[in-house]
Structure formats: structure tokens, C-alpha cells
């Protein structure tokens, strides 16, 4: 028995008790309503019955009759984070299944669905309301669902009458601590990769650094039309060393790679990252130093996306 719930999203513990009995099922019972990928809170109605309203400090109403999502009459402590068949979105979810609202338009197998990618941390509460008995003294079958984190929880029951409200659950939700922003990668950093891979260096050298299992390749065009990467290592007197990350095999923790030309022509240069696997989710710190005669210039950004280009710099030699 469950009463009031405490969800926990990193740990997936869930400790409560409720006036409803609670069966958790398998995630292979799909009672109706939607079911969304990358989604923290699912909430939905099937079998005969019942609309879902859930929010933060939520109230949180289904239906079928039109079992209608809807306040408790004279409650107006919800709000705007009620979600209903009138307020379909609020505190991060939205109502995306709304059965039997119109008696022209019932359906025999009703489902309402609510559901939140993104919630906000609070308490909730999801109840049902028979906003119009179309049944005439027989009592409805309702099956809500609710799922939280991958965990699913079955309640079911009768509810008959018009305005007829039941409490299904309630319990309070806590998110994840948001991961602290990715630090640049540092001049000194890229120094300390440079010398743990050996890399090589000459009276130009190029030299690239970032943070994720991604595969960025270093480009430079050189003054005669070549062009220095993974797949032609030398043009015009410069070399490519180092290539990090090529393999998802051999992922390095400090990947680098690194173009040197000891004896370089003459001519007009162009430097590029590339971006040949995304590895990662989010974007990619990288750091890029141009070393020309003795003096050096750093470039610093993100990279996201496999395919994406970033042109860094072009200069004289």
C-alpha cells in the first residue's frame, strides 16, 4: 500500500504508501497511451477509463465516462501547474491523449496520456475525475499507470458518477544534480598531452587537444595544394605524428594530434578541425595552438556533430 511517494531519479528507490494498491509490472505491460523515449514521468489511463492530470504541486486528473481531468472543486491552490483537457501543459508536461471528451466522438478503447521529458522537481499527485457518467449506474474500470524513471506502477479500480474523484498517487520527485560546465582545455594541458605522445615539433607546428572520446582530425592545407591529415600524413615538408582516437578500439583520455614541418615552404596556410565520428553526447572542448618561428597563438571552442568543420585560422609563411 502506498501513500505518498519519494523518487529519487539517480537512485530509482521509491519509498510510499498510497490509499490504492500498487502493483509493479514488467515494462513489457503496456496498458495504452504513449510511451516516449528519454522521458522521466509517464503517466496514462487505459482499460475503460480515466484522464491523467500530473504536475508539480499537481493536481492530476483522467477520465473516461469523460472521466475528466479537472481541480477539486474550490481547490485553487494547483494552479497553473494543473495539468487537464483545459491546461494541457504545465511544469514540464503535457497531455498528448484526450479521449471521450465529446459524446459524438467516443472511443472503445479510451486512453489519456501525460507524460514529462523534463520534470521539474516537487511533489505530485495524479488523481482521476469522472467529468461526465455517460453509463447510467454502471461503474467504470479504470488502469492508470505511472512510471517513474523506468519504473512502472499499476493502480486500478471502479469509479462511477459524475464529479466522482479519486486520489491514484502521489509522491514527491527529485532530478539529478545538474553536472557542473565543462572547463576549457588549457594552453598547459595541450603542452603536457604534446609530450606524453612524443609529439614532434618544427619551425611550424600545429598542434590540436580535446575532451571527449570523439575522432577530430587536424587538417592543414599547405601553399603547394596539399593537405595534411589522417589519410596523407605528409605534404610540403610537414608531417602528421600523432592521431589520436582513430579507433573506437584505442580511445585515448588525453587525445591530441599534431602536424609539424621542420623545413616548411613558403606560402599561404590553412588550419581546420574536422569532426570524423561523434563519440559523445553534447558538444567538445578542443584547443588548437599554431606555433610559427618561435612564437604561438592558441584557439579554443566546441565541436559537435559528426561531419562538422571548423575553420581555425590561415596565415603567411
Not at 509490472?25 to 528519454?38: H, I, Q, T, Y
Request: net charge negative.
Amino acid at each position: 500500500m502506498f501513500l505518498a511517494g519519494e523518487i529519487n531519479r539517480d537512485t530509482n528507490t521509491v519509498s510510499s504508501s498510497c490509499a490504492h494498491s500498487v502493483r509493479t509490472v514488467s515494462s513489457g505491460m503496456k496498458p495504452g497511451g504513449l510511451v516516449l523515449d528519454n522521458t522521466d514521468i509517464v503517466v496514462d489511463v487505459g482499460e475503460n477509463g480515466a484522464t491523467i492530470v500530473m504536475g508539480q504541486g499537481n493536481g492530476v486528473s483522467m477520465n473516461r465516462d469523460d472521466i475528466a481531468n479537472s481541480l477539486p472543486e474550490g481547490d485553487s491552490s494547483v494552479g497553473d501547474h494543473h495539468i487537464y483537457y483545459s491546461n494541457k501543459s504545465a511544469g514540464g508536461g503535457t497531455l498528448d491523449v484526450d479521449m471521450n471528451a465529446s459524446s459524438s466522438n467516443l472511443s472503445t478503447s479510451p486512453v489519456e496520456n501525460i507524460y514529462f521529458p523534463a520534470p521539474e522537481d516537487g511533489h505530485y499527485k495524479v488523481y482521476i475525475r469522472n467529468f461526465r457518467d455517460r453509463t447510467d449506474g454502471q461503474a467504470s474500470h479504470y488502469l492508470v499507470r505511472v512510471i517513474v524513471n523506468g519504473q512502472e506502477r499499476l493502480f486500478e479500480g471502479d469509479i462511477d458518477t459524475t464529479g466522482t474523484e479519486i486520489v491514484i498517487f502521489e509522491f514527491d520527485y527529485v532530478g539529478p544534480e545538474t553536472p557542473p560546465e565543462p572547463q576549457p582545455l588549457a594552453n598547459e594541458t595541450l603542452t603536457d598531452w604534446l609530450n606524453q605522445a612524443g609529439a614532434g615539433q618544427g619551425d611550424i607546428t600545429v598542434s590540436c587537444a580535446w575532451d571527449s572520446a570523439d575522432d577530430l582530425d587536424l587538417h592543414v592545407f599547405t601553399p603547394n595544394g596539399g593537405e595534411i591529415y589522417w589519410d596523407n600524413t605528409e605534404a610540403d615538408g610537414g608531417i602528421l605524428d600523432i592521431d589520436a582516437n582513430r579507433s573506437s578500439d584505442s580511445v585515448s583520455s588525453s587525445p591530441v594530434e599534431n602536424i609539424y614541418f621542420a623545413d616548411p615552404v613558403s606560402g599561404e596556410y590553412w588550419v581546420y578541425i574536422y569532426n570524423c565520428e561523434d563519440r559523445s553526447s553534447g558538444s567538445t572542448n578542443y584547443i588548437v595552438r599554431l606555433s610559427v618561428g618561435g612564437r604561438s597563438e592558441t584557439f579554443s571552442g566546441t565541436i559537435d556533430g559528426e561531419d562538422s568543420t571548423i575553420e581555425i585560422t590561415g596565415f603567411r609563411y
